[in-house]
């Protein structure tokens, strides 16, 4: 069951007085026949009655200067203790630091020089004529490699390889279905099927 607030928050309300107005009777009429608010407004009479009733705590005039001070003392301490070990940490990690980025400027160097070598042995361009032995490879490359773009496999090399593939199912006979399964379509340079 919820509680009824409405005492309550007419009293917490920023815009309250408790001058002679119709909304504060209106409230006071309700919290005689509520038992929730009849209960608030209760604690809260007897709590205003004890607090007019208690007299002001003797306490030095300068208290304000006093916590002023002492919490800028225990700044300052704080921050001496603190000082020096921020201080030899960070005087460590200065070398690790330049370390760090001399390492990447040499990384990245050497990795531009490996990607530009390559790139320069691979495409030979028109000034520069290919040698014998880049000559050499660029026959026998384009040699197995027919003009389907499909590279050249001899009778001999498929049934060799058929005779590999027969012995190895023979040796793993427990893995057969997987290799029949997965077994390649082979076909010969000019086969049409």
């Known amino acids: 069951m919820k509680k009824c607030n409405i005492y309550l928050n007419f009293v917490n309300s920023d815009n309250f007085d408790d001058s002679d107005n119709q909304a ?28 007019a009733n208690t007299p002001e705590p003797n306490y030095p005039t300068n208290l304000h200067e006093i916590a002023f ?31 760090v980025s001399f390492a990447c400027i040499i990384m990245f160097v050497f990795l531009f020089q490996i ?9 030979v361009s028109e000034n520069n004529q290919p040698t014998g032995l880049q000559k050499m490879k660029i026959l026998e490359a384009n040699e197995n490699i027919s003009e389907d773009g499909l590279q050249k496999v001899s009778s001999e090399e498929v049934k ?5 593939l027969e012995e190895f199912q023979r040796l793993h006979p427990e893995s057969k279905t997987s290799v029949e399964r997965n077994r390649p379509i082979i076909r010969l340079v000019g086969d049409k099927r």
Do not use: Y
Request: hydrophobic share 35%.
């Open 24 to 51: 504060f009777k209106d409230v006071l009429a309700h919290s005689e026949q509520c038992t929730d608010c009849s209960f608030d407004r209760k604690i809260r009479e007897n709590m205003l009655c004890q607090l």
């Open 160 to 164: 060799e390889f058929l005779a590999k």
């Open 115 to 123: 990607n530009h070598s390559s790139d320069n042995s691979l495409v």
């Open 69 to 99: 001070n002492d919490a800028i003392d225990k700044k300052t301490e704080s921050k001496i203790d603190t000082d020096w070990l921020s201080n030899l940490i960070i005087g460590s990690l200065k070398p690790i630091e330049i370390g």
